[in-house]
């Protein structure tokens, strides 16, 4: 096998294994919900994260 039928294989196997970006429906949703979770927040009724517990998350 050549050099470049490997790389073209391997290019097609690290494709196979991105995630597909998100729909506009999903990302409106997750600032649908971060908005929800602020509003928690500030009444007090939800715990904040810190900031590396948010990092961590990533």
Do not use: F, H, R, Y
Not at 16 to 31: H, N, S, V
């Amino acid at each position: 096998m050549k050099d470049s039928e490997i790389m073209k294989s391997e290019n097609q196997n690290l494709q196979a294994w991105e995630e597909p970006e998100p729909t506009k429906e999903e990302i409106l949703a997750g600032i649908k919900e971060a908005i929800e979770e602020v509003k928690l927040i500030k009444a007090g009724k939800l715990k904040a994260k810190s900031l590396s517990d948010l990092l961590n998350e990533l």
